[in-house]
């Protein structure tokens, strides 16, 4: 596996939810970049390695977990 790969697998197993989330583009060693990603709800979207960094998750369900009732 590439190391721009790594990165991108870091950034999920460093946040308590990564495991909802899935990359479907490939690191290309900007992480600002827009990348499609996908969350758990099958919703995919842009988000840049960064923004995930910075808590900004699944914009349709930004509540996801926290308002399920
Ligand atoms: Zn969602």
Request: net charge negative; proline share 3%; with cysteine.
């Amino acid at each position: 596996m590439a190391a721009e790969q790594d990165y991108l697998t870091e950034v999920l197993a460093q946040a308590a939810d990564g495991h909802e989330y899935q990359w479907l583009d490939e690191y290309h060693g900007n992480p600002n970049e827009l990348l499609k990603i996908k969350h758990q709800c099958c919703f995919s979207f842009n988000l840049s390695p960064n923004q995930f960094k910075a808590g900004k998750r699944c914009y349709i369900h930004q509540r996801c977990g926290d308002d399920a009732n």
